[in-house]
C-alpha cells in the first residue's frame, strides 16, 4: 500500500494507522496525526485502516508565536 | 491578576519561542522575560529525527502554561482540526486562534476567523483569537463564546508597533471586561508600554526578542516596559491637548518688563 506521511510517499505493509507509526519509528513519540485531513486521536489508531493513497499527517511540539 | 478563563497570571507579557538562534537562547529569554505563557505550535515530525520531542521536553523543563497556535492555517477546517490535534498533544483546552486571509500581511481572514471561533467555542476550546482591532468583529467573536481578544498592533514580524492606537482605544472602551491582549507587530518595548498604557491587559512578542541581537536583555527590556506601560496605566495618564498649558503657576508671575 502507497501512502502520503507528511507529504512524503511510503510504501507499508501495515494495515492501520497504529502499525504504520510503529513502522515508522514512531514510538513512543508526542504526536498527533491526521488522515486525510481529519483529526484520528491516539485512541483509535490502532484501529484505524488506511487506504491505498491516503494523506497522512504526523505532527509534534514545534516553536510557534 | 489578569485573568484568562479563570487561570491568574502575574506576568502581561507572553512569548513566542519561535525564530531563537537556539534552544538554550529561547530558555533563556523565557526565563528573563518571567513570562508565564508561551505560544507553541505544531508542524510536521520526522520519525527519526524528532525534533519536536526536545523542544517539548525544554518547554516543559521551563514549567510555563502553554498557548498552541494555529500559525499557517488559510480556512476554518485546517483551523479547527489543527485545534482538535493541538489540545490533544498539548493537553490544554487553549488555542490561539489564527486563520490567515491574505499572505502579504499575513491579516486575519475574520470571517474564518469567527466561524472557527464558533466551532471551538462549541467544543470546549478556550478561544484567544488573532484578530484585527474592528468593533463588529470582536462583537462577533464575543458573541460565539471568546473571552479574550487578541488584536493585532500591525502585521506579523513587522516590528511596526501600533498601527491603529485609536483601534485599540475604541476595542478598551466597547469591551472593558474582555482581556486584551496585543499579538504581533510589536519592535521594541516602547511599544509593549504603549499597549498597557492603552489600558490593554497584555502583550504577546515573538520576533522582536528572538531576532534581537541579545534575546534574553530584550525580554527583560519588554518586561521592564509591560511593568511600566500597566503601571501608568493604573495611575490614570493625563489627557493630550493641543495647546501648551504651563505647569509652573501663571499667579504672581512678576512683571519684569
Not at chain 1, 40 to 64: C, I, N, S, Y
Not at chain 2, 28 to 40: H, K, Y
Not at chain 2, 90 to 108: A, N, S
Amino acid at each position: 500500500m502507497r501512502i502520503l506521511v507528511n507529504g512524503v510517499w511510503r510504501e507499508s505493509g501495515a494495515a492501520q494507522l497504529g502499525a504504520v507509526l510503529e513502522e515508522l519509528g514512531y514510538r513512543d513519540a508526542v504526536v498527533s496525526t491526521a488522515v486525510n485531513g481529519e483529526f484520528v486521536a491516539t485512541g483509535v489508531r490502532a484501529h484505524t485502516l488506511l487506504a491505498d493513497g491516503d494523506r497522512v499527517e504526523v505532527l509534534a511540539p514545534m516553536q510557534g508565536g | 491578576m489578569l485573568q484568562l478563563y479563570g487561570t491568574s497570571v502575574r506576568s502581561r507579557l507572553l512569548l513566542g519561542t519561535a525564530r531563537y538562534p537556539s534552544p538554550a537562547v529561547l530558555a533563556e529569554a523565557v526565563r528573563a522575560s518571567r513570562a508565564e505563557i508561551v505560544t507553541v505550535s505544531l508542524r510536521r515530525e520526522s520519525g527519526g529525527e524528532r525534533s519536536g520531542q526536545a523542544f517539548w521536553s525544554l518547554i516543559r523543563e521551563l514549567g510555563v502554561r502553554v498557548l498552541p497556535n494555529t500559525a499557517g492555517c488559510h480556512s476554518v477546517k485546517e483551523a479547527v482540526t489543527t485545534a482538535h490535534m493541538a489540545r490533544e498533544v498539548f493537553g490544554t483546552p487553549w488555542i490561539k486562534l489564527e486563520v490567515i486571509g491574505e499572505d502579504d500581511t499575513l491579516q486575519p481572514d475574520v470571517f474564518g476567523l469567527t466561524e472557527a471561533a464558533r466551532i471551538l467555542c462549541g467544543e470546549g476550546f478556550e478561544v484567544f483569537p488573532y484578530t484585527t482591532e474592528d468593533l463588529v468583529v470582536a462583537e462577533r467573536l464575543i458573541a460565539a463564546g471568546c473571552g479574550v481578544l487578541m488584536p493585532w498592533g500591525a502585521p506579523i514580524g513587522s516590528g511596526r508597533g501600533l498601527n491603529n492606537l485609536f483601534g485599540l482605544h475604541a476595542l478598551r472602551a466597547h469591551f472593558p471586561g474582555v482581556p486584551l491582549i496585543v499579538d504581533a507587530g510589536l519592535g521594541v518595548p516602547s511599544h509593549a508600554a504603549q499597549a498597557l498604557e492603552a489600558g490593554c491587559d497584555a502583550v504577546l512578542i515573538n520576533s522582536a526578542v528572538a531576532q534581537a541581537g541579545n534575546p534574553a536583555l530584550m525580554a527583560t527590556a519588554f518586561a521592564q516596559a509591560v511593568d511600566a506601560g500597566r503601571t501608568a496605566y493604573e495611575a490614570g495618564p493625563i489627557e493630550a491637548r493641543d495647546f501648551a498649558a504651563p505647569s509652573t503657576p501663571v499667579v504672581g508671575t512678576a512683571l519684569l518688563r
